[in-house]
């Protein structure tokens, strides 16, 4: 194994590296009953590694978000998700990933990010302060107490990968030609990352204890790293209902694959109408 769950949240956004560009996807105000999530919603997924023979799941991630409405910063959404690995899995490579966002109930934008990752033997943190004019307060702490304290440049659309998941589900796909890049904006660690999502088209599929489902495919060319060679394509599939939820996604890895499926959905905001009886 390696630091799967660190990248989790890269799985359920459809993006696709280009280079540095000045490209901006459209922020915009989202009323109440556009939004695609509310508080308290809970989704779980369970992540799956393949390689040869073998074929096993050896964790999940939660996702939680709550609606805050008094405190120091206003009014504001509150999304806390955590990796882990099954215990039994713990023995050969223990992970416990914590992601938390705070962010702007009418755009999304966020204010607050913080990222405490524990995968085997590395350490890594991350606290962002995102700033009215566009600038990030970011510190990230590595496990040999390097701690770097930076001010990045970012822009209106510049977000965490927290916000950034209940971002992405609130945009509009309807205008969206099948293959044309869209771009998409995250910061992590002491890079911004300008990126672009693919929209594949429409598919049925049946996502293993969950049921078979209408769903937006898409697609996204990852860069090359410690777990990825740069060949490798995500391919993530969206629910075609108005809560637009993560269902499934897989990718290819430099040994293996990784797959992950929605196995728990509570409090959706809709009636799940993509599930296909």
């Not at 910061?187 to 293993?208: A, L, Q």
């Not at 969206?238 to 269902?247: C, F």
Request: aromatic content about 14%; overall charge negative.
């Amino acid at each position: 194994m390696t630091k799967y769950f660190s990248i989790f949240l890269l799985f359920l956004l459809p993006v696709q590296l280009f280079g540095q560009t000045n490209d901006c996807m459209q922020v915009r105000d989202v009323s109440e009953n556009e939004k695609a999530f509310k508080s308290g919603e809970r989704l779980v997924y369970v992540i799956n590694y393949q390689w040869g023979l073998v074929n096993t799941d050896v964790g999940e991630a939660e996702a939680r978000v709550t609606k805050i409405e008094r405190s120091e910063f206003g009014t504001h959404y509150h999304s806390v998700i955590r990796g882990h690995t099954y215990k039994f899995y713990d023995i050969f490579f223990k992970v416990r990933d914590l992601f938390e966002s705070k962010f702007d109930v009418s755009n999304g934008r966020p204010f607050y990010f913080h990222r405490d990752i524990a995968e085997g033997r590395y350490r890594i943190k991350n606290t962002f302060f995102f700033n009215q004019d566009n600038s990030i307060d970011a510190r990230v702490e590595r496990g040999d107490n390097n701690i770097k304290d930076t001010l990045l440049q970012g822009n209106e659309c510049t977000f965490d990968l927290v916000s950034l998941f209940y971002f992405a589900r609130n945009m509009d796909f309807s205008g969206v030609s099948d293959g044309d890049p869209q771009p998409i904006v995250f910061v992590i660690d002491d890079e911004v990352f300008n990126m672009y999502y693919r929209y594949i088209g429409k598919e049925s599929i049946k996502v293993p204890g969950m049921g078979k489902f209408r769903t937006m495919k898409f697609a996204a060319k990852v860069v090359a790293g410690e777990v990825f060679s740069g060949e490798e394509e995500i391919v993530l599939w969206v629910s075609d209902d108005n809560n637009k939820v993560p269902l499934l996604f897989e990718t290819p890895i430099k040994v293996g694959k990784v797959k992950g499926r929605l196995s728990i959905a509570e409090n959706l905001k809709f009636p799940l109408t993509s599930i296909i009886n």
